[in-house]
């Protein structure tokens, strides 16, 4: 593997970091304060990352997007990750499973979300089926040409900023066959097969709603789904029938490798605030970062850092191979996320009764840090599939 970066790959890490300096990271506080982005700003960023050429960068240049290999994504997230959530996910990344739209909803659905003129969002968790995806009840039944679809999804996130939802519904019988959902976790025969919807959002019998409030990344809102008896055309299925775990496995991999560069973005951006601070502030009579105290801390938050950005660039140069596996996703999305809690941990330490305080970014950091060992997979989860395929082999 090659560790050095392509002229091309420096200039998209300039080209990012620079947008994220002057474009989103003075909003923060601002965003912060209100628990939402302004329409008007929201639009002016889109805008701006549109002409900068940042939009849809996931996507194939066939299709209008940026047309990045893995490596060279898993840099721009990198850099994304150091501005608040609400902010950078306005420089859109299209679902990766918008690739399996075909005929009329690429028109509908693919193409605009390339151009940035609709949103979307995903809805799997449902309140009684988070890491456990197979006991999800939300189901989609065949009724001549249409499907008619009821039950509940949470935790969805920006729904109330999205078009239309790549919705997960059970269309089969729901037995209570489990399993978290892996790439490897295909159908296998198992009941309760899963199949994968585009619905607009302002279909009749889909209701959206704000969730609770979330101490982590204010701004970006979790949402519930509401369906009842809502009716969508059978050209709405997105894929086969039944398959629609091969579609969630193919995002999953790409999701827990983008929370992995997130985390190292921002545990960059907070290592770098809490050095900054050790080597200003001062007590009995010298910078604190001299003190073992303070400054064996700062050398285990830059080893860790290194070692989670190693493990997620080699995951992704491992998928721009054709190589990567669903436990090299895993153990980048574990590692690189557990170690951005234990980094932004540190700095409160170091920043001491004033890492507490709104008037500074860490607690916000600390706070916002505490999710990315939940969503797109547990920690827990993370772990079992690592440990899984060690014992497989064996026959275990």
């Not at 996931?58 to 608040?84: H, K």
């Not at 545990?267 to 050095?275: F, G, K, M, S």
Request: net charge negative.
């Amino acid at each position: 593997m090659d560790f050095e970066l392509t002229d091309e790959q420096r200039l998209i890490v300039e080209t990012v970091r620079t947008f994220v300096t002057t474009e989103l990271e003075p909003h923060e506080d601002e965003v912060e304060r209100l628990d939402e982005v302004p329409p008007a700003l929201a639009e002016r960023i889109r805008r701006k990352a549109l002409d900068a050429g940042l939009y849809a960068a996931n996507m194939p240049e066939e299709l209008g997007g940026g047309g990045l290999d893995a490596t060279s994504m898993t840099l721009v997230e990198r850099e994304l990750g150091r501005a608040a959530y609400a902010l950078q996910m306005l420089v859109a990344r299209p679902s990766n499973i918008l690739q399996a739209c075909e005929g009329e909803q690429r028109e509908r659905y693919l193409l605009p979300a390339v151009r940035g003129e609709r949103h979307d969002c995903l809805a799997m968790t449902e309140p009684g089926a988070g890491s456990d995806v197979r006991s999800m009840t939300t189901r989609a039944v065949p009724d001549g040409g249409d499907y008619v679809i009821n039950g509940t999804k949470h935790f969805i996130s920006h729904a109330d900023a999205a078009d239309f939802v790549i919705l997960f519904a059970t269309t089969g019988a729901t037995t209570g066959a489990t399993a978290d959902a892996t790439a490897d976790d295909t159908e296998r025969g198992r009941k309760n097969p899963i199949t994968a919807f585009l619905v607009d959002l302002d279909t009749p019998g889909l209701t959206v709603t704000r969730g609770s409030a979330c101490v982590s990344h204010r701004g970006y809102h979790q949402c519930e789904l509401s369906f009842t008896d809502c009716r969508i055309p059978a050209g709405q299925r997105l894929g086969e029938e039944g398959h629609g775990f091969d579609l969630m496995g193919e995002w999953l991999g790409a999701s827990r490798l983008s929370v992995a560069a997130t985390s190292v973005g921002r545990a960059r951006r907070v290592l770098d605030l809490a050095t900054g601070w050790a080597a200003e502030r001062s007590q009995f009579g010298r910078t604190i970062g001299r003190f073992q105290g303070v400054g064996f801390p700062l050398a285990d938050m830059a080893t860790e850092l290194e070692a989670a950005e190693l493990l997620t660039m080699r995951a992704a140069w491992k998928l721009d191979q054709g190589t990567m596996t669903d436990r090299d996703a895993a153990m980048a999305k574990l590692y690189a996320s557990e170690a951005l809690g234990r980094i932004t941990d540190r700095a409160v330490q170091i920043f001491g009764g004033m890492g507490l305080m709104a008037e500074l970014p860490i607690e916000r950091f600390w706070r916002d840090a505490r999710v990315e060992r939940i969503w797109d997979g547990t920690s827990e989860i993370q772990r079992h599939i690592i440990s899984r395929s060690l014992l497989r082999p064996l026959g275990s």
